[in-house]
């Protein structure tokens, strides 16, 4: 605890005890002993209120702390000692509160040097040799092993490494580095061991600048200065000049006293801190931690937002987007037999598929003779079969790609993802498509941002501009840079605060720099950044993105009770002031009164720590929300179903497409059909007696009637079928049906969702 913060809390409590042994003193008829005692405790007080605003006259900055040091001066020599009292405990107490609601978490960054290493394993003419990484010098070549962290920046010696630059560029999907290719410190390797020629010492590397830059942006960023001061120019001149007419008109100091104390900013001094302290209690409750009031205020004036992308917008790992198969083939037995394989590798991407196999409810089979090659993929024995795993150069056997190759190849590159062949006894039946994608609540929460009032909200992210273009036109951002290394994300940052107050919203320690550079940094810290979580101002305990919302509303909110408590705070004084200028207030009376409106503004204030009256409406319960999550989860895979079917389709005979459409159409009627009648006969009357009206749930019917038309042209090809060639056209149309419903399905079962959690109960 800074020694400042100790002497504050000192002066409260020596407040206290001066005014509780004076009134005890007073009580066992020792006037003599009160006044004593009620001087003793006023005096520290205005030593060290004078001594505050000396060194704030010299740094250009006059308070209203002003007007409490006239009074409790005043009070002293005019002999009303229980007045200065009372005011010494208003102002320390006042300045205590002020202390807790603006003090930040020291900005440890233990954990962001900890993660750094500190040996490096050096190639020398005896071997490996383990060395201080500071020791490091250019040209000297490393051996980086597999699951360490690069200690400098430098270029790759081997034919081939697997790094995950996650922490430093973003990139959630892992990369391969073949020799010659830069290599950032504070990278992961994330495959085998390999050599490292280096390029720049220890001290210049990627990732000690990283650490250098959140330092200096800590710095460097101004303290909160007080809501209060900013009606001191008002308040102080108003309050001399009242205390000179009050002299004036009754020729007696000690009603220019009252005045004094009646004046007495404590409303000023009491009704910020107390509400953004309310509003940190608020946000807390709901998974967001602000670090002092001052956050809380930043957050409430901003008007530009930048988000990092990878784990922040996007789940920020490798998800299975599809599985391609080659006509014929079982989508979910190339799953299980890919999945099979997998368990016996190292990589990264590996957990993935089988955790997505898993998932579908698939068994899987021990691998055996499983043999790796590096950058390319694995070999083995499932179920008797020899499998293989990885990328087309692996299956040299089939140098011409096959026309579903072809489409699973231009698959991926449409939508950024990595993808893995599959093949067994050497033919390849499928393929994995793997890829970083959107967080769920990420619309509603650039949505609730909107509403919020953020005007302008940009992606700055390490990763590459295909993806990232793809992610700021599916959410309608206002801008996306790409490519950005964490110093670029520095930059932006500032371009962006020269023209109005930015917030930053990042997870990874490659954003740090740019979180402790904002006007405000948001990091999300369910995942454990904890550098990101250290740089920032606000840290998303909840892995969610809607919080950053929320807390933009909260702070809102606070600030806006805090300026009403300060106005109503300064009506109220300027009504004492008037009532002791006419004499009707002596400075004790007017001192009880001034504590009277300071009970009325804490009390105001304090509702910050409730929500807004308008969310206190009816809500569905959180059971009812997750059971309609759930019965959406079930309707997914069946839309996963039916986009196997078309794909199924375009290979199909006439025979086998025959079967696949009453397939679809079996799935239709039985799980799309059964599902939008019922969120139409049981789930939309609930939801309109939530929202309070129907009208609102008009164009989600409308989408339900879309559906349900869709389903009857489906089965009206399906009767036809008998009777009607079942040629190429027949094929079309049915294919076209088919891939209408399951996209207009998939997109308003997003739409309810958003609407679920928009009205759900507290998470």
């Avoid at 504050?8 to 042994?21: D, E, H, P, S, Y």
């Avoid at 992210?461 to 309608?476: N, P, V």
């Avoid at 320690?509 to 006007?519: C, E, G, H, S, T």
């Avoid at 009627?669 to 049981?682: I, K, T």
Wanted: charged share 25%.
């Amino acid at each position: 605890m800074s020694f400042e913060r100790v002497l504050r809390w000192a002066l409260v409590a020596i407040a206290i005890a001066g005014l509780t042994g004076g009134i005890l003193a007073r009580a066992a008829s020792r006037p003599d002993l009160a006044d004593l005692a009620w001087e003793l405790g006023t005096a520290p007080v205005i030593a060290a209120l004078a001594i505050s605003i000396v060194r704030d006259l010299l740094s250009g900055r006059l308070g209203v702390d002003a007007i409490a040091l006239l009074s409790m001066s005043a009070a002293l020599a005019l002999g009303q000692p229980l007045a200065g009292a009372v005011v010494a405990l208003m102002y320390s107490g006042g300045n205590m509160l002020e202390d807790i609601a603006i003090a930040r978490a020291e900005r440890d960054l233990r954990s962001l040097v900890d993660r750094a290493p500190r040996q490096a394993h050096r190639k020398c003419s005896e071997g490996i040799e383990e060395v201080p990484v500071d020791a490091v010098s250019v040209g000297e070549e490393l051996l980086v092993r597999a699951g360490e962290i690069v200690p400098v920046d430098g270029i790759v010696g081997s034919a081939l490494a697997t790094i995950d630059e996650s922490a430093v560029t973003g990139e959630p999907i892992p990369v391969e580095k073949t020799r010659g290719s830069a290599v950032l410190s504070g990278s992961l390797n994330a495959g085998e061991t390999f050599e490292l020629t280096v390029t720049a010492p220890a001290g210049e590397s990627t990732y000690a600048g990283i650490v250098r830059m959140v330092t200096a942006a800590q710095t460097a960023k101004a303290p909160f200065v007080r809501m209060a001061d900013r009606f001191a120019l008002i308040l102080l001149p108003v309050t001399l000049v009242v205390a000179f007419l009050a002299w004036r008109i009754s020729g007696d100091l000690t009603r220019s006293l009252a005045v004094l104390v009646a004046a007495t900013p404590c409303p000023l001094i009491l009704a910020a801190p107390v509400a953004f302290i309310a509003g940190v209690a608020r946000a807390a409750r709901r998974g967001i931690l602000a670090k002092g009031g001052g956050a809380l205020e930043a957050l409430a004036r901003a008007h530009t937002v930048l988000f990092d992308k990878t784990g922040t917008l996007t789940v920020g790992g490798a998800r299975l987007l599809s599985v391609e198969v080659a006509p014929g083939e079982d989508p979910d037995e190339v799953l299980r037999l890919g999945a099979s394989l997998e368990q016996a590798s190292h990589h990264v991407l590996a957990k993935t598929v089988v955790a997505a196999a898993l998932d579908r409810g698939l068994k899987l089979k021990a691998p055996e003779q499983v043999k790796e090659t590096m950058g390319t993929g694995l070999s083995g024995q499932v179920d008797g079969r020899q499998v293989t795993a990885g990328s087309r150069e692996l299956l040299r056997s089939h140098p011409e790609l096959s026309p579903w190759e072809l489409r699973a190849i231009r698959r991926a590159s449409w939508r950024s993802a990595l993808i893995v062949f599959v093949a067994v006894d050497g033919r390849p039946i499928g393929a994995l498509l793997l890829a970083d994608e959107l967080r769920a609540d990420t619309p509603r929460a650039i949505r609730l941002l909107r509403d919020a009032g953020i005007a302008r909200m940009v992606m700055v992210t390490g990763d590459r501009a295909a993806a990232a273009q793809a992610i700021g036109a599916a959410l309608d951002l206002d801008a996306v840079l790409a490519d950005r290394v964490p110093s670029d994300k520095v930059e932006a940052v500032r371009t962006e605060q020269r023209l109005r107050p930015t917030i930053m919203v990042g997870d990874g320690i490659n954003d740090a720099p740019a979180l402790a550079v904002a006007d405000i940094g948001v990091a999300l810290g369910a995942r454990g950044a904890t550098a990101s979580s250290e740089a920032a101002d606000v840290v998303i305990l909840a892995d969610r993105l809607d919080r950053v919302g929320e807390a933009i509303i909260i702070a809102q909110r606070a600030r806006r009770i805090a300026l009403q408590s300060i106005v109503v705070g300064m009506g109220l004084s300027l009504v004492a002031m008037v009532a002791a200028t006419v004499g009707w207030l002596d400075p004790v009376p007017a001192a009880i009164v001034q504590e009277v409106i300071d009970v009325a503004v804490i009390l105001n204030a304090l509702r910050a720590l409730t929500p807004a009256l308008a969310s206190g409406g009816a809500r569905i319960t959180v059971e009812q929300g997750l059971a309609l999550h759930h019965d959406h989860q079930v309707l997914v895979r069946d839309l996963d179903r039916l986009r196997k079917i078309v794909d199924a389709l375009d290979d199909a005979t006439p025979d086998s497409a025959a079967g696949l459409i009453g397939d679809a159409q079996c799935i239709v009627q039985s799980s799309v059909v059964r599902h939008e009648r019922a969120d139409e006969d049981s789930v939309y009357p609930k939801l309109a007696e939530v929202l309070g009206e129907r009208h609102g749930l008009s164009a989600m019917s409308r989408a339900h009637r879309e559906i349900l038309h869709l389903a009857r042209l489906l089965a009206r090809i399906v009767e036809d079928l008998p009777s009607e060639k079942v040629d190429r056209y027949l094929i079309r149309d049915a294919q076209r049906v088919i891939e209408a419903i399951e996209t207009l399905v998939r997109m308003h079962t997003a739409q309810e969702e958003d609407i679920y959690e928009a009205v759900a109960g507290p998470a």
